[in-house]
């Protein structure tokens, strides 16, 4: 949780090299860096409408590169998170707010993006890993917001088609 809440302050609180996103990335406009910070993920992305952040632009566009499935599975996912944002009725900051410190909110709202996720890699002949899903569900980087054994049993229901 904590650290959720530090990139998003770091967003304003420090200057970063940004460059602007493809069209069909809207409402995402600008993808941007982050700073460094201690005990987060050099890979972690996270979405802040109208922003993609990561750490590194350069290792961004290399592991996601234009016109792969991996970049299409997750322009979906970041996708669905900005649109949720920039609609949530009480807005964009409540809805921030309640993802960092509603666990079920959280969950709820990455099952939408994840969903999509998982679906374009499944329907794209992608191999899928189950248990690297659940342990990334389930594990520091979304702050434990649910056990592996939930998250694992969520993930094989969205590739059986029955979630």
């Known amino acids: 949780m904590k650290k959720l809440w530090i990139i998003l302050l770091t967003l304003f609180v420090f200057g970063c090299s940004s460059q602007p996103m493809p069209k069909d990335w809207h409402p995402i406009t600008t993808i941007t860096e982050r700073p460094g910070i201690p005990s987060v993920s050099d890979g972690t992305i996270t979405t802040v409408s109208p922003y993609l952040i990561v750490k590194d632009i350069d290792k961004f566009?290399?592991?996601?590169?234009l016109g792969s499935a991996r970049l299409e599975a997750l322009r979906r996912h970041e996708v669905i998170h900005a649109k949720s944002q920039e609609s949530y009725g009480g807005g964009k900051i409540a809805w921030l707010r309640r993802?960092?410190?509603e666990k079920k909110f959280r969950w709820e709202e990455e099952k939408k993006g994840w969903r999509e996720e998982i679906?374009?890699?499944k329907n794209t002949g992608h191999g899928l890993n189950i248990d690297a899903i659940a342990?990334?569900?389930?594990?520091?980087?979304?702050s434990n917001m649910v056990s592996f054994a939930e998250a694992r049993r969520w993930v094989m229901d969205v590739i059986a088609g029955r979630a």
């Open 61 to 65: 566009w290399k592991d996601y590169p």
């Open 99 to 101: 993802y960092l410190f």
């Open 119 to 121: 679906l374009h890699l």
């Open 135 to 142: 342990e990334a569900l389930s594990g520091k980087g979304y």
